[in-house]
């Protein structure tokens, strides 16, 4: 199970799928396996037991031996009409037959996507704050639990909770920061040192809360490294933790009953740092489904974009309910220097908190360091593949990636390794000192190995340095496009936030590195993921809210994304495809102008639109709708980016129906424009708009046409700006070959 908690690690993180879904589908026809069981609305007259017994009840009539009872996982009784339960395949087939029953999944393992950020921001510590309504916000983490007794979780000078909470600690003592603390763990797997609790024994989910709503903590770094203040976006709000991932993952019929839970305790904004990359439908997804409903009772959900980049349609989370956030770079960059014998030094990618190396160490290179001629696996550095005599005393040499197991293992005093997965611009913690080189550098240290029979290096300690190209998309964060069957016509992910080398809190019983034997326990750690920028979104929306307490979720992501920075596509050929609408901008985004505002059934009709049957839509929405007759068209979501995926080779013509929502001044006029782009014809109908009120709804439609995009190019964008001379409502205007 070590290896499972390298959530963070992207490289472990891919390989590890295929294993966690062998595991799944390993299970015999006699064997049970967790199913969830979507059923209709939930009546209003159903209480509490009420709806337990009628799932029981429906149990009863398929099970073949255990009792309706002991298979019974969970029954969702607050948002969702459905139960999770322990059933054999035949048990199953039996069920999705029954009356009342509109589907049974199989319930899927989900994983992590795994602080100057904030002044990067733009959102100073003495930024313009709501203090009073701000501590009524209730931040749901729905996440690997949290560390307690950390400074950034301190209530010190803290009220008590708002009356309206309702939330409830399990196994656990609250104060005034932490409210609300549950964990779900129906199958009750745990590893031996975690406890049966919402403790994180991790780092995840307290790193991701104390960079929503973490207090100020002065002086904080990981081994001097990164050091400064660390604090969340919003320091007075208050956290509601909901533990659903433990070593083993995070089970769907888990998640869903945290959804369930945090919608009725009362959260005002959810954030959920993990995501499932092989759905087909938002009916198999929990977290599209859960975020439908909290949707519903006004409750955001923000949710991270995922680790699979840079291929394109890799995007998870895409639901157009969910503000989808990608990972992009702060301008300090972690290197980790490396200097061989004849005076060059390489600037290595990696988190290296082990001091300087004060003389020169022989290298060998792993294939020769194998292990009972192992090489397969020496060359990968793989744990117990190298030979502890022949690395004593050196630096090991792995020239494809590794997330350094081998070498640690073997005592080796050092691993240069090189990364050809090319993640170059995120620096990842080794379990000892260690530096990552791209390809290019990989090969000059390889030269220079050759060129001398006695080669040596010395590796250094972490530093930070100044990047000037910042922000840009990092290549592990998940590209959209493609021609993927759910947001056909929707631009994801939504808009980028920081997620790269960001510190903040951690779990001392989690390690630095993702390695298992990695004793360096710390309480404040340095990560990279998509699940770090997402906490970062999370808390902007909270921002948001505490300014504009009656916006609707769709309002807050469209403050939120017509606000941000536009970014440059030097740095990302994929330009929004990587980073949607731009970098995320908190202070701009309490005073949008205008917002594209969305209601439930808007999305029901998005939902009908693109093909999904009544049945389906139920399952995500937990209502019975009838599908208007007359097929609305997709593009007509309105959604705060314009976006389509076009046939390669064949011109195209689109047009886009909006409607936005003054918010800013009564009475204000705002003209459009268009950013130039020749391979594009764009109309803007009309193109300007009078508002006499605040609240006041103004129509108009933008028509794109253009000759066929060439296959090679992967993107052709530009943007619509509604301008009123004091407020910029900017859109990207993006299309992608399918
Ligand atoms: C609370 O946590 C402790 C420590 O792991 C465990 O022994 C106990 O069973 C837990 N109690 C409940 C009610 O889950
Ligand atoms: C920060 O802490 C370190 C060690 O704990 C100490 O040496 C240093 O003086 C502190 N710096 C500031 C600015 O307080
Ligand atoms: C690391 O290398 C860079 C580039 O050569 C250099 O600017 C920097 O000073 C070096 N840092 C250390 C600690 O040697
Ligand atoms: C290497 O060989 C030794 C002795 O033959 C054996 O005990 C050990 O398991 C082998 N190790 C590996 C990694 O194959
Ligand atoms: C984008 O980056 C390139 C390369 O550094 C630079 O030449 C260009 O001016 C930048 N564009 C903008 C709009 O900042
Ligand atoms: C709004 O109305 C007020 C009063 O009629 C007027 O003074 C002001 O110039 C108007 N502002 C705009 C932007 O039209
Ligand atoms: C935009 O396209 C729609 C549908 O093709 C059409 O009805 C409308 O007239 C067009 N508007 C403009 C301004 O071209
Ligand atoms: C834009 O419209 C003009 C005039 O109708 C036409 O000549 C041109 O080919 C169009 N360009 C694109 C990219 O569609």
């Known amino acids: 199970m070590a290896t499972m908690r390298s959530y963070s690690f992207l490289i472990t993180f891919l390989f590890l799928f295929s294993s966690f879904l062998n595991d799944f ?29 009628v799932h029981l009840g429906i149990l009863d009539q398929v099970l073949d031996s255990s009792s309706a009872r002991e298979s019974l996982v969970y029954s969702y009784r607050k948002s969702f009409n459905g139960f999770a339960a322990k059933l054999t395949e035949k048990e199953h087939k039996k069920l ?21 950020s904030w002044d990067f921001l733009g959102l100073p510590t003495t930024v313009k704050r709501m203090p009073t309504v701000e501590s009524d916000v209730i931040i749901g983490m729905i996440d690997t639990g949290i560390w307690p007794e950390s400074e950034s979780f301190s209530d010190n000078g803290i009220r008590p909770p708002p009356s309206k909470w309702k939330g409830i600690c399990q196994n656990f003592t609250c104060n005034n920061k932490i409210v609300g603390a549950r964990f779900y763990n129906a199958r009750q797997i745990y590893n031996e040192e975690e406890e049966q609790s919402p403790r994180d024994f991790e780092g995840h989910g307290s790193h991701t809360a104390s960079t929503v709503a973490g207090c100020e903590v002065k002086n904080t770094s990981l081994y001097g490294l990164a050091e400064g203040t660390v604090r969340g976006a919003v320091p007075s709000a208050r956290i509601a933790v909901y533990k659903v991932c433990w070593s083993f993952g995070c089970a769907d019929h888990d998640i869903l009953a945290a959804f369930d839970d945090a919608i009725e305790d009362g959260v005002d904004v959810l954030s959920v740092s993990l995501g499932s990359p092989f759905i087909t439908s938002f009916a198999e997804d929990v977290v599209s489904i859960g975020s439908f409903h909290a949707m519903k009772k006004g409750i955001l959900t923000s949710a991270s974009a995922g680790n699979r980049g840079p291929a394109s349609a890799t995007i998870t989370n895409f639901a157009p309910w969910v503000l989808t956030v990608a990972a992009s770079t702060t301008d300090r960059r972690i290197i980790s220097n490396v200097t061989t014998g004849n005076k060059i030094t390489m600037m290595g990618h990696a988190v290296n908190t082990f001091p300087t190396q004060e003389k020169y160490h022989p290298i060998i290179s792993a294939v020769k360091a194998a292990r009972n001629h192992s090489t397969g696996s020496a060359r990968n550095c793989l744990p117990n593949s190298l030979d502890k005599d022949l690395v004593k005393g050196k630096i090991v040499y792995c020239d494809t990636y590794s997330s350094g197991g081998g070498p640690f293992v073997a005592n080796a005093l ?29 090969r000059e240290f390889e030269q220079y190995m050759k060129s001398t029979r006695k080669p040596v290096a010395k590796i250094y300690k972490s530093q930070a340095i100044h990047d000037p190209k910042a922000p840009y998309v990092a290549s592990f964060s998940s590209r959209g496009g493609g021609s993927s069957r759910f947001s056909p016509n929707i631009l994801k992910p939504d808009l980028s936030a920081p997620g790269v080398d960001i510190l903040a809190a951690w779990s001392p019983k989690g390690g630095v590195s993702n390695y298992e034997d990695d004793k360096r326990s710390v309480m404040y750690n340095i990560i990279s993921g998509t699940s770090m920028s997402c906490p970062h979104a999370t808390g902007a929306a909270a921002y948001v809210k505490t300014f504009h307490p009656s916006w609707s979720p769709a309002a807050i992501k469209s403050a939120l994304m017509t606000t941000a920075s536009p970014m440059n596509s030097s740095y990302n050929e994929e330009a929004e495809l990587a980073y949607g609408a731009g970098h995320i901008y908190p202070l701009k985004a309490i005073n949008p102008g205008l917002v594209y505002d969305l209601q439930k059934s808007e999305y029901i009709q998005y939902l009908c639109s693109m093909g999904y049957d009544p049945k389906e839509i139920k399952i995500i929405t937990g209502e019975d709708i009838t599908c208007a007759k007359v097929k609305q068209f997709e593009s007509g979501l309105n959604y705060p980016s314009f976006g389509a995926g076009v046939d390669s080779g064949a011109s195209f013509a689109h047009y886009f129906p909006r409607t936005v929502t003054n918010v800013g001044i009564p009475n204000s006029t705002y003209k459009a424009t268009v950013g130039k782009q020749p391979l594009l014809n764009i109309t803007v ?54």
Do not use: C
Not at 43 to 51: G, I, R, V
Not at 98 to 103: A, D, L, Y
Not at 105 to 115: A, W
Not at 706 to 711: K, L, T, V, Y
């Open 25 to 53: 589908y390993a299970a015999t026809a006699a064997e049970k396996k967790v199913y969830m069981v979507y059923m209709g609305e939930l009546s209003k007259a159903e209480d509490e037991f009420n709806t337990e017994s």
């Open 96 to 116: 999705r037959g029954m009356e009342g029953v509109v589907s049974v999944f199989p319930s899927k393992t989900l994983q992590l996507d795994t602080t100057r």
């Open 685 to 738: 109908d009309p193109d300007v708009l009078s508002f006499k009120s605040l609240n006041e709804k103004q129509q108009f439609t933008v028509n794109v046409s253009g000759e066929a995009i060439d296959q090679d190019v992967l993107v052709v964008s530009t943007w619509l700006l509604w301008s009123d001379g004091i407020h910029n409502v900017r859109s990207p205007i993006v299309f992608w070959v399918k």
């Open 414 to 442: 050092g691993m240069v390794v090189l990364d050809d997965a090319g993640y170059d611009d995120t620096a990842f913690s080794y379990p000892l000192p260690a530096a990552a080189l791209t390809i290019a550098e990989g």
